[in-house]
């Protein structure tokens, strides 16, 4: 069912097919109504498989603030920092709700690196502190 016949009026998909950010819509009944073409581009699978459990949360965070939550998962190899925010309709009732997917692979990649490099350094402290030791009275 269009967000239209639920009474979403200001329905201009256009827009959203040009943010570069992935962007579905679903239903109250978890439905998918819209996709960008970025998220049909990206993740090489049929429109009709994306509201199928084909991803692994592995949830480094869930907030809820104001009705909108955030999550990260995994999909196909890449990690996704996810909003859900809820639509409105002229009567303040939820009618739908907007998920943007960002990619954060290389977020999540960099603060490994970070902090695995932390963790070598903190080695070398040490084993420079015992050195250091044994060299000095």
């Known amino acids: 069912m269009m967000l239209k016949e639920k ?5 201009h998909f256009e827009i959203l097919d040009n943010v570069t950010d ?5 239903d109250l009944d978890d ?15 049929k429109k009709k498989r994306l509201d199928e459990k084909e991803t692994k949360s592995y949830k480094v965070h869930i907030d809820t603030i104001d009705g909108i939550m955030q ?11 996810i909003k859900s925010s809820p639509i409105f309709n002229n009567e303040g ?4 709700s907007v998920e943007v ?6 977020e999540r990649e960099l603060e490994k690196a970070l902090m695995e490099s932390t ?3 903190e080695q070398d402290l040490v084993f420079a502190k015992l050195i250091q030791r044994r060299i000095l009275p």
């Open 119 to 121: 963790q070598e350094i």
């Open 31 to 45: 439905n998918i109504i819209y996709t960008n073409n970025d998220i049909l581009d990206t993740i090489p699978i």
């Open 7 to 11: 009474g979403f009026k200001n329905y």
């Open 93 to 96: 009732k939820v009618i739908a």
């Open 101 to 106: 997917f960002r990619d954060v692979t290389r």
């Open 71 to 81: 999550s990260e998962q995994r999909i196909m190899g890449i990690d996704y920092s």
């Open 22 to 26: 992935l962007i579905r819509i679903k």
